[in-house]
């Protein structure tokens, strides 16, 4: 089955950190990454899709994050 994520978190390294996480588990890049200004906070946003080939079936009950 084909899984899809898409993480998103302040621009700092933080979310360089949790994409760089991903790509060692072995996801892959989606796309380009995306921008936001979050305006009631005042700070950018960044957002990046990852996809990644596994085993099984897929169900809404597949917890992404242990894969």
Do not use: I
């Not at 898409?6 to 990454?33: E, I, M, Q």
């Not at 957002?47 to 596994?54: D, F, L, N, P």
């Amino acid at each position: 089955m084909q899984l899809f994520r898409f993480l998103t978190d302040d621009d700092t390294s933080a979310f360089c950190h949790r994409v760089t996480a991903a790509l060692n588990k072995g996801w892959a890049l989606h796309g380009g990454p995306t921008y936001s200004f979050d305006a009631s906070r005042g700070v950018m946003r960044c957002g990046q899709a990852v996809v990644k080939e596994v085993e099984g079936t897929y169900t809404p009950d597949v917890k992404l994050g242990d894969h």
